[in-house]
């Protein structure tokens, strides 16, 4: 059966009231949370972008959810100090938190003043931080040398049981590759069609474990604030690769997506005032095979959104 979450969106609410939100979450039905771990948001009009590994010790320490993290190793962050941070997590909470871990966006990592490598060098180093990850969780003394330097690293803290570590994709190629270390699959809405595709070609390439999906989403009592809310916080939010790995700053999002069209946010935004319209759609991804949905309402004010999703939508997709 399908279960029901809340993303928590760092880059756009700041992180106590991220932590209240969360908290209200699960009091009005949902089931779990995910978040990604950002330096910098996608835009100024965002404006926030909280260190998510702290935020992560208190929001599992206050709720009874499960958690996942979007995390990028490798650049910004050394595998090792990636593994240390799993596993304490891991160790404080056993069997409620899981990462993903993918090969970045240079709006975050660019901080280091290090060159921003090729997508295929990026996918190598990814695949070297997974290796080392895993090895360390296991409790292994870790040495590499390749993309990433380790030199003896051993984790003190081993957690029983270990994370998964799950693989976020958003091509068809991408879902293929994660399935070859991957416990488990995490995506974003797209069309039916296209994640169907996605489905399929991680389960070919014989990967295993969950699949998740993070909808992005905005609901409000009438329709033309659902997409006054949709463009005004998500238009620099449309742009696939190469744009959205390689620009780096927020200032530049806002600049290329000056004149995106709502019409443009609708394609990757499911917008819509019609609650019976939104339980269609999460209906239809369910569908598909996913079994963790994640849901996030692109909105800076998620009260309304989460009484109403907790109350007319959640409950009848757990029924059904």
Known sequence: MTRYGFHASHEQIAPRQLLTDVQHAEQAGFEMAMCSD????????????????????????????????????GQRYHPAVVAQAVA??????????????????????????????????????????????RRLLDGEEVSHDGLVTVD???????????????????????????????????????????????VAAHREAGGKGPLALQ?????????????????EQWRSNVFGAPVSWDLETAEAFDTVSA??????????????????WHRERLAAYADLG??????????QSQERFIDAFGEHVIPQLKGA
């Open 38 to 73: 950002h330096f910098s948001p996608w835009s100024r009009r965002q404006g926030h972008s909280a260190f998510a590994w702290s935020w992560l010790g208190a929001a599992l320490a206050t709720t009874d959810l499960t958690f996942g993290a979007v995390n990028a190793p």
């Open 88 to 133: 304490t997590l891991g160790s404080m909470f056993p069997g409620r938190f899981w990462v993903a871990l993918g090969s970045g966006e240079a709006s975050n990592e660019h901080i280091t003043g290090d060159g921003w490598p090729r997508k295929e060098v990026r996918t190598r180093r990814l695949e070297e931080c997974v290796d080392v990850i």
């Open 152 to 198: 003896r690293a051993r984790l003190w803290e081993v957690p029983e049981p270990r994370p998964r570590l799950v693989g976020p994709a958003v091509s068809l190629g991408s879902a293929s590759r994660v399935a070859a270390w991957s416990e488990g699959m995490v995506t974003v809405n797209q069309p039916t069609d296209q994640l169907r595709r996605m």
């Open 215 to 231: 909808v992005h989403l905005s609901w409000a009592p009438t329709e033309s604030e659902a997409e006054q809310v949709a463009h």
């Open 259 to 276: 004149d995106v069209t709502v019409e443009k946010v609708r394609s990757v935004v499911d917008v819509s005032a019609d609650l019976g």
């Open 290 to 299: 996913f079994d963790e949905i994640y849901l996030h309402h692109v909105g």
